[in-house]
């Protein structure tokens, strides 16, 4: 089973850029899809993203579609999360998850990195 470790959270102002990674460790990362979700304080946790074991197709969240892409290096174990034109209401707990052999039955969690997007 892997384990997943994000980074790459920040504090940043309106319209910057920020670029969440998420590294798993273990050898079977290229059979997982990958998703990254966000939950804001009050709100339940969002899924924004979602992208297939190979990388051929992904899936967006309308809030984010347009700003941000998903993807990912099975080589290096990582899932990426790039995300453009930040907006205050960006700011969340951005977690990874990731689904042996594509099925959410046995999602995986990572900690999580905290996202804070100023005026």
């Known amino acids: 089973q892997v384990q997943l470790v994000e980074s790459g959270g920040g504090l940043v102002q309106a319209g910057d850029s920020l670029r969440p990674s998420c590294v798993a460790s273990g050898r079977t990362f290229s059979s997982y899809a990958a998703n990254w979700f966000r939950q804001a304080p009050g709100k339940e946790r969002e899924l924004l993203a979602a992208?297939?074991?190979?990388?051929?197709?992904?899936y967006y969240a309308g809030s984010v579609k347009g700003r941000f892409t998903i993807s990912r290096d099975n080589a290096k174990s990582t899932v990426y999360l790039q995300m453009n034109s930040l907006k205050p209401e960006d700011t969340a707990v951005y977690y990874c998850?990731?689904?042996?052999?594509?099925?959410?039955?046995?999602?995986?969690w990572g900690q999580g990195t905290q996202v804070t997007v100023s005026i």
């Open positions: 998850a990731a689904d042996p052999g594509g099925s959410s039955r046995y999602r995986i």
């Open positions: 992208i297939t074991t190979q990388g051929g197709s992904a």
